[in-house]
């Protein structure tokens, strides 16, 4: 029986070499990368079934990864494997192409689950996430998921851009752009300019 073909982007040397071991011995590990450029160029070149990333590396965030890994026709699935817990970020994950999400602290076994399960077409979520989401006030996948606009409009509130410099960027009027803010401060839940950068820091919209 063919082994499932798989690459591994983690930029923490120890866990990824402790990852290795445990996934080499049911699965085709066809390399390990430390950021997200290297992941986009070893996906290209050597076309796994599934790819395991963290969400936080150099160069190019996961997230980023693997919008262009999508982008460039490549249809691995894909599995972020993380330490954040976090509702965007789950949300996140799956929006950009996600197929699985597991917690860090619960690689093993569930990885290794989680990675069977995707190869067959499934969705796979961490038990962790799922019973701590079902704590917390369910904002609605659509509340909580910001526009490609409202991504480019974010991306220059993190650069310092005023509203009205922003406004002149994208070629829209200072109370689209304004407008664009507050939809994405009520649908990430913030009040703040400050927690919007956050958000954006979090999912690999800014270093």
Not at 15 to 34: C, H, I, P, R
Not at 40 to 67: K, Q, Y
Not at 123 to 132: A, C, D, G, I, T
Request: charged residues 30%; negative net charge; proline residues 2%.
């Amino acid at each position: 029986m063919n082994r499932i073909r798989l690459i591994l982007a983690d930029d923490h040397t120890m866990f990824a070499e402790g990852l290795k071991s445990l996934l080499d011995e049911e699965f085709e590990l066809l390399g390990s990368v430390g950021n997200g450029q290297d992941l986009v160029d070893m996906a290209h070149r050597l076309d796994p079934e599934v790819i395991i990333v963290d969400i936080s590396m150099p160069v190019l965030s996961g997230f980023d990864a693997v919008r262009r890994i999508k982008e460039n026709g490549n249809h691995a699935k894909v599995i972020f494997l993380t330490m954040h817990d976090d509702d965007t970020l789950v949300e996140e994950a799956f929006r950009c192409g996600a197929s699985g999400y597991v917690l860090k602290q619960a690689a093993g076994e569930e990885l290794v689950e989680a990675i069977k399960q995707v190869a067959q077409g499934n969705r796979f979520v961490s038990p962790l996430v799922k019973s701590k989401r079902a704590d917390r006030v369910p904002r609605g996948a659509q509340k909580s998921m910001i526009t490609p606009r409202q991504r480019e409009v974010l991306k220059l509130i993190s650069r310092g851009l005023t509203m009205k410099e922003i406004a002149a960027e994208l070629a829209i009027s200072t109370r689209t752009a304004e407008s664009h803010k507050y939809e994405m401060m009520e649908a990430l839940g913030v009040s703040t300019t400050a927690d919007l950068i956050k958000y954006a820091m979090k999912v690999g919209l800014i270093s």
